[in-house]
């Protein structure tokens, strides 16, 4: 079985576009949440891992204090996976980055999607998703130390919006993808993001 991509960040920050841009290439997400009104084009986060997830370690994104690892983590997802459809090739889990400690029987590529960080907590407060700016600099550390310490590949989703698709592209070739900036620039809605450089 392929060892996963890990798409980490804070709520509202563009990591739902960052999945759905792998998704659109060809890499699977499993059953996901579907769209709604602050996600139009879909969540592409896999509701029987994220159900997992809760499940073992709870809900603590808004805390911002990191997930602790689980021992026989890797044998739990690969089961809900299977059962969920997956055969073979690249698959993906998007999540807060304080879950990323939960990956560590794996060796996954981890693509941390950063935004401005004035934008992320108007959006945040405007949608609920993200009410604790208090847990907005915990992320920023995780994501951080992912960076520093195991190989993460930083996107900018502003700039993937502005039409700027190297951070992206830097991603796709660390999980061994190439990249279609036709089917990026086609899946991009800049109509869709809000609160560009933190004004409405």
């Not at 996954?108 to 401005?116: D, G, M, S």
């Not at 993808?177 to 809605?189: H, Q, T």
């Amino acid at each position: 079985m392929n060892d996963p991509i890990i798409i980490i960040s804070m709520p509202r920050s563009g990591s739902s576009m960052t999945a759905g841009l792998f998704a659109e290439h060809g890499v699977w997400t499993g059953p996901c949440r579907p769209p709604g009104p602050q996600n139009a084009k879909g969540h592409f986060e896999s509701l029987p891992i994220r159900n997992e997830i809760i499940k073992t370690v709870g809900a603590i994104v808004q805390k911002g204090v990191l997930a602790p690892e689980v021992k026989g983590w890797r044998g739990r997802v690969e089961n809900i996976i299977r059962k969920a459809g997956y055969k073979e090739g690249p698959w993906l889990f998007k999540s807060s980055a304080m879950y990323y400690p939960l990956w560590h029987e794996f060796n996954p590529t981890f693509v941390c999607v950063r935004r401005n960080l004035e934008a992320i907590e108007q959006s945040g407060k405007a949608t609920g998703y993200f009410r604790r700016p208090k847990a907005i600099q915990p992320h920023v550390k995780a994501m951080d130390y992912v960076r520093d310490n195991m190989g993460g590949i930083d996107v900018f989703s502003d700039e993937v919006i502005a039409g700027d698709y190297s951070s992206l592209e830097r991603a796709f070739d660390a999980a061994g993808l190439e990249m279609d900036e036709r089917i990026v620039s086609d899946f991009v809605d800049p109509s869709l993001w809000h609160y560009k450089q933190g004004l409405k």
